[in-house]
């Protein structure tokens, strides 16, 4: 009950498309979405991150979208860029505030 | 603002030889958590410290232990190192119970 399943495992997108990386969940005690981004050698980084209290947050080119009901989230990067080229890995989290991770999804961008 | 910061950023071990790993907090944040990123995969929760005390804890023997010092800063020791213990170990801190972790660079724990 505590997974949280991501897909796909790769994405390839040319410069200026729209990648879209899904995840869902089962343990509706979670209640923090955070979307993360690694670079080869590095820790993740916080891109944005969601309540379920709304179904949208766009910040610059990143949108999460979240659906309550169905269990799901996405990520949305619009205007894909090369340099967005990264593994993202999408997280949940309850009240014990321990982080669940799902199992990343390589993201590629073609210029 | 210094972010969150771990040393060693890398460490070569032998089978069966102790380990210890340290973390300094993002200033501010009062509170640790030792994540293990194996080589593909997802981080996996480790243990979170607060006050000095371990506050939850994941599914991992107990050869992994830690520690919080009064500064905030936390270390991850890990008794009789297997080849499988070879990951990332990244540090991630936060503030309170509030749910914003950011990481560390991590620490590459390579067993031989």
């Known amino acids: 009950q505590q997974q949280v399943k991501q897909s796909p495992q790769s994405l390839i997108v040319q410069k200026g498309g729209i990648s879209i990386i899904n995840c869902a969940y089962e343990?509706?005690?979670?209640?923090?979405f955070p979307w993360y981004q690694q670079f080869p050698g590095k820790g993740p980084a916080l891109l944005i991150a969601i309540r379920p209290d709304v179904s949208e947050k766009k910040e610059g080119r990143f949108t999460i979208s979240f659906n309550k009901s169905a269990k799901q989230f996405s990520l949305h990067i619009m205007d894909s860029q090369p340099g967005d080229s990264a593994t993202y890995f999408c997280a949940a989290s309850g009240s014990a505030r321990q982080l669940t991770f799902g199992s990343g999804t390589q993201l590629t961008v073609l210029p | 603002d210094a972010g969150v910061t771990q040393s060693p950023t890398h460490l070569i071990k032998t089978r069966g030889q102790q380990v210890t790993l340290r973390c300094s907090p993002k200033?501010?944040?009062?509170?640790v958590s030792w994540y293990q990123q194996a080589l593909g995969q997802g981080p996996q929760f480790i243990f979170q410290y607060y006050e000095e005390e371990e506050r939850q804890r994941g599914n991992f023997p107990d050869r992994f232990s830690g520690h919080q010092f009064p500064n905030y800063s936390s270390e991850l020791n890990v008794n009789a190192l297997l080849l499988g213990d070879s990951a990332l170990y990244l540090c991630?801190?936060?503030?309170?119970?509030?749910?914003?972790?950011?990481f560390g660079q991590g620490t590459r724990l390579t067993v031989v």
């Open positions: 343990n509706t005690a979670f209640d923090y």
């Open positions: 200033s501010g944040h009062d509170t």
């Open positions: 991630a801190s936060s503030l309170g119970t509030g749910p914003e972790a950011f």
